[in-house]
């Protein structure tokens, strides 16, 4: 059974700092590109930062520079270090897994907020 679980979202004021975690098993992890997604009230899901099997990055204009998603192998764990947060950055945010199939965890609420 594949399981993907998030944690490390909370309450945070502006200008602050949160680090999700996302521990997958199940899945032979080393070969999966990890994606964190997150979707605000009202909006679509949208894809934030993506790191490939080999270690690439790719960041949404909107957080780059403030964000950075790193992968530990030996530890089935994608992170997202997330500085400099913005009440706009408030959203559910989702580890998703891809190779010949796509896994979604189950999301963690991140608020910036006063």
């Known amino acids: 059974q594949v399981q993907l679980v998030e944690s490390g979202g909370g309450l945070v004021q502006p200008g602050g700092s949160l680090r999700l975690s996302c521990a997958a098993s199940g899945i032979i992890f080393s070969i999966y590109n990890m994606d964190w997604y997150r979707q605000a009230p009202g909006k679509q899901r949208e894809l934030v930062a993506a790191?490939?099997?080999?270690?690439?990055?790719n960041y949404a204009d909107s957080v780059k520079g403030r964000f950075t998603i790193s992968r530990d192998n030996a530890k089935n764990t994608v992170y997202l270090q997330m500085n400099s947060l913005k009440p706009e950055d408030t959203a559910v945010y989702y580890c998703?897994?891809?190779?010949?199939?796509?896994?979604w965890g189950q999301g963690t609420q991140v608020t910036v907020s006063l």
């Open positions: 998703h897994a891809q190779w010949t199939r796509h896994y």
């Open positions: 790191i490939t099997s080999g270690g690439s990055t």
